[in-house]
């Protein structure tokens, strides 16, 4: 059984969040019996740079309410992320991150570079390539935001801790595990390698529909506390009344070892009160979508990202962020036309959709897909 704190806060006035994180923290046994260790690594999520506004990263009022609530003069603070795109400077400032760092007196951590450790317990994964941040750090504390995922349906606790490997080495993953089933169990062996110390979940305002980056903002009113990130997954799941075992990291995570999914003991809230039953998620199981031989019948069946021409403005992050050799996307039209896929080649993890800076991809099931496969 695992403890999972589920506390109202309806905005994000700073005062009200600091009460919110404290009382979470506190029903979860206080700041000296989570954190353990002088130098803590808090862990936002840091995806791309957007302004608070959009609901694509952490929060800077859930972000500066962890530093009150953790202060601690024996303790060292730094913070950080490895973004999809851009630096990580870059876009903690335009997250409004940075500034709260420098509030306090925060260093940024090292995620431009790492070494690759090993992890001969690893079910899929046995190497990963970590941030020098993540590995000086003696506790890590995971800021995550409350979002929806093309790929994993969502993107909590479990997926925050990817940005913990630093650089491109993310889209490495995806092309080495690319459906969701595999890069969901790589997900829970490098949560098992790292484990950090608590997670937090920003749901103050969530995202729905097209997420990580290009879904709509979505007032939840909640801030979720656990221990354990398989956890506070499954309650995300139960508020947006998305069944947990849709979402594979939290089957593999339970199966694993990493965490709870059925077994929970939730404090503060009551959780019945605040479901949103229509929360915009897709609420059917995941399909493997391995169809690597059969590209006809990939692009015929399977779901793909598409590009809404009269929104894209042409910029090629799509094409730098696939993550195959070759890549699945080109300017086979020219710079002047929107790039055009090659569903053949094309893996569907969703890396181009999730950096779009426009929302101008979306995804879509062709007709005998929704027949046959996505009933």
């Not at 490997?165 to 092309?175: D, I, R, S």
């Not at 947006?240 to 849709?246: A, G, M, T, V």
């Not at 493997?288 to 779901?303: A, T």
């Not at 080649?345 to 046959?372: H, N, S």
């Amino acid at each position: 059984m695992s403890e999972v704190a589920l506390v109202k806060c309806d905005s994000y006035d700073s005062e009200n969040v600091f009460e919110a994180v404290k009382r979470a923290v506190m029903l979860l046994g206080g700041p000296e019996e989570l954190v353990k260790g002088k130098r803590i690594l808090l862990k936002p999520n840091l995806l791309s740079a957007k302004v608070p506004e959009k609901a694509v990263t952490t929060n800077p009022a859930v972000f500066e309410a962890v530093i009150k609530v953790f202060a601690n003069n024996n303790k060292e603070f730094f913070y950080g992320d490895s973004p999809g795109f851009g630096s990580p400077k870059k876009v903690a400032q335009k997250a409004g991150i940075f500034d709260i760092g420098e509030k306090y007196g925060l260093k940024m951590g090292k995620f431009n570079s790492g070494k690759t450790v090993s992890f001969p317990e690893g079910r899929t994964c046995k190497n990963f390539e970590i941030a020098y941040a993540a590995l000086e750090a003696d506790s890590v504390i995971n800021i995550c935001k409350m979002k929806t995922h093309q790929l994993t349906k969502i993107t909590g606790a479990v997926k925050n801790s990817l940005g913990l490997v630093y650089g491109l080495n993310k889209a490495g993953f995806h092309a080495k595990y690319p459906d969701a089933l595999s890069f969901s169990r790589m997900l829970i062996d490098l949560n098992l390698l790292l484990r950090p110390a608590l997670h937090i979940m920003d749901g103050v305002i969530a995202m729905e529909g097209n997420g990580p980056g290009a879904g709509d903002p979505r007032h939840m009113g909640v801030i979720i506390a656990s221990k354990d990130p398989v956890a506070v997954d499954s309650l995300f799941c139960k508020l947006i009344d998305l069944d947990p075992e849709y979402v594979p990291t939290n089957v593999f995570g339970q199966s694993e070892g990493l965490g709870f999914m059925d077994d929970l003991e939730i404090l503060g809230d009551d959780p019945e009160e605040l479901i949103k039953k229509d929360f915009n998620v897709i609420k059917r199981p995941v399909k493997n979508e391995s169809f690597s031989k059969l590209n006809i019948l990939k692009s015929l069946i399977l779901r793909k990202p598409f590009i809404e021409a009269q929104k894209c403005v042409k910029c090629g992050i799509c094409i730098e962020a696939c993550p195959i050799d070759p890549k699945a996307l080109s300017y086979k039209k020219g710079k002047e036309n929107p790039p055009v896929y090659d569903y053949g080649k094309c893996i569907r993890c969703y890396c181009c959709q999730e950096m779009c800076p426009q929302k101008a991809i979306d995804v879509k099931t062709p007709l005998f897909g929704k027949w046959f496969v996505y009933k």
